[in-house]
């Protein structure tokens, strides 16, 4: 979010962050709300492209990697999905933050 903020032309006079923080190092004034989707439209309409744009990266990462059927459950903890990560373990997409994959690689 960071990054993506950094490269806006122009740069914001102010961005809105659904959560409860802030990054570190906004390029403008910047305000964490709580459960923003439900509060302000541009933070409900940024949440919705950020869904379309995830979904369809997923799907283009179901052929590279088609046994954990991303298509399907695009990466949200499923049972398809906790069942390929037994079976198959993390692969390069996943994140190491997700809960069931531990920093060392290893999975649940």
């Not at 919705?48 to 995830?54: G, M, P, Q, S």
């Not at 979904?55 to 990697?65: H, K, P, S, V, W």
Request: glycine residues 8%; contains cysteine; aromatic residues 10%.
């Amino acid at each position: 979010m960071e990054r993506a903020l950094h490269r806006l032309n122009p740069v914001p006079n102010h961005a809105y962050i659904d959560g409860n923080r802030l990054p570190n190092r906004l390029p403008c004034n910047g305000e964490w709300v709580i459960k923003g989707d439900g509060i302000y439209a541009c933070i409900a309409a940024a949440s919705i492209l950020a869904k379309v744009e995830r979904d369809r990266l997923m799907t283009e990462y179901a052929a590279t990697y088609p046994q954990y059927g991303f298509e399907r459950h695009f990466g949200y903890p499923t049972p398809e999905h906790f069942e390929a990560l037994a079976k198959h373990g993390p692969c390069p997409i996943h994140r190491r933050s997700f809960a069931p994959i531990r920093q060392d690689g290893s999975h649940a």
